[in-house]
């Protein structure tokens, strides 16, 4: 497999780990990272060796989310145009992660937030601990949810807790997240990529060509209107971020005071 400078890649018969590790615990999103995990999810694909693919966090957390004190995520916005191709990384990287033919599975323990969630939303499998903590912060930071993952969200858990989730911007914990169906398994502490693995074996016991076209059949189905209905919101995130309502709730959540918004 190959050598990333954020990832550790491990393959074990038919089954890869990837593990997403910024030395830190709390894996961020960097500029860098999203696209050794877009780069990753491509030379995957075409491993005919490959079945199942388990993506997991180093540490303490699956992710934090994007990584903003990354300089590269601004570097781009001297024009719209430039700030727009940058905006594609996130949503590039799920698609590689959904596009894979291989099962995937996301092992969550701790954090799992912003594109992190995204992120894990785009594999077929969820198997978090019940110390996990999910969130969504983007609108209460003056942000739309983008990425192209509500309509995904809304496929695994349906329109009412997807708003809940989305528009409240609030934490939920491991078992909320079960009990939602945004998993589909809850375990112990430090468990989730224990019972993720006994899940890649019972995929790498299973013939692989009618595991891959039972799942690309799936997809289709539940995905068949997803790039219809979230096509704009990269622009939809670009807008938002320009405003000065998207300023002002940076700017209250740094100084931990309640945001003064006037749809400005």
Request: glycine share 6%; hydrophobic share 40%; with cysteine.
């Amino acid at each position: 497999m190959n050598k990333y400078e954020n990832l550790n890649v491990k393959k074990t018969g038919a089954i890869v780990e990837v593990e997403i590790d910024r030395k830190d615990g709390r894996n961020a999103l960097s500029i860098a990272l999203m696209k050794e995990l877009t780069s990753c999810a491509h030379s995957i694909k075409v491993n005919t060796e490959v079945q199942c693919v388990i993506l997991s966090g180093q540490g303490d957390s699956f992710s934090v989310g994007a990584d903003l004190k990354d300089t590269s995520m601004s570097e781009f916005s001297k024009t719209s145009l430039q700030r727009r191709e940058m905006l594609k990384t996130g949503p590039d990287m799920c698609q590689a992660w959904e596009s894979l033919e291989q099962i995937t599975i996301a092992s969550i323990e701790g954090y799992c937030i912003g594109g992190a969630l995204a992120l894990a939303v785009s594999c077929d499998f969820r198997v978090a601990s019940k110390g996990a903590i999910f969130r969504l912060p983007e609108i209460p930071l003056g942000m739309n949810m983008s990425w192209q993952s509500i309509p995904r969200l809304n496929a695994l858990i349906g329109p009412a807790a997807t708003k809940e989730l989305v528009i409240l911007g609030e934490e939920i914990n491991g078992a909320t997240a079960f009990d939602w169906h945004l998993t589909q398994r809850l375990v112990n502490k430090g468990e989730s990529k224990t019972a993720s693995l006994e899940i890649a074996k019972k995929v790498e016991a299973l013939p692989p060509l009618p595991v891959r076209m039972s799942k690309i059949s799936i997809n289709a189905v539940a995905n068949a209107l997803n790039y219809t209905s979230s096509f704009m919101d990269r622009d939809q995130f670009q807008l938002a971020s320009l405003t000065e309502d998207q300023r002002e709730a940076i700017k209250s959540f740094f100084e931990k005071r309640e945001g003064k918004f006037k749809g400005e």
